[in-house]
């Protein structure tokens, strides 16, 4: 069964870190790029990161460069989101995706 399924989502006060976890099974992981996306209701989906195959080129949304990292081991098929220095502007549902697969998608809360 093709699946990815993410964890990690919780509330979390402005400043804190957190790291979303993506879990993939039911095709060949290693050769996808993978990405992460985001939506807060009412709006569309948002590109927020990308990394290739290799693991070894990424690129970010620029509102999240320099405090987001995206990160997966090919070994155990999984993609990883490592969020820094959330604000409040980054509340959102967060799903990772092949651009034709996705999953359900975690919640993120960024408030005091």
């Known amino acids: 069964q093709v699946q990815l399924v993410e964890s990690g989502g919780c509330l979390v006060q402005p400043g804190a870190s957190l790291r979303l976890s993506c879990a993939a099974s039911?095709?060949?992981?290693?050769?996808?790029?993978m990405s992460w996306y985001r939506q807060i209701p009412g709006n569309e989906r948002e590109f927020v990161a990308r990394?290739?195959?290799?693991?070894?080129?990424?690129d970010y949304l620029d509102s999240v460069k320099g405090r987001f990292t995206i990160s997966r081991d090919n070994g155990k098929n999984m993609v990883y989101l490592q969020m820094n220095a959330l604000k409040p502007e980054d509340t959102a549902v967060y799903y990772c995706?092949?651009?034709?697969?996705w999953g359900q998608g975690t919640q993120v809360t960024v408030s005091s």
């Open positions: 995706s092949t651009g034709v697969i």
């Open positions: 039911g095709f060949t992981f290693s050769n996808y790029a």
């Open positions: 990394v290739w195959p290799a693991g070894d080129t990424s």
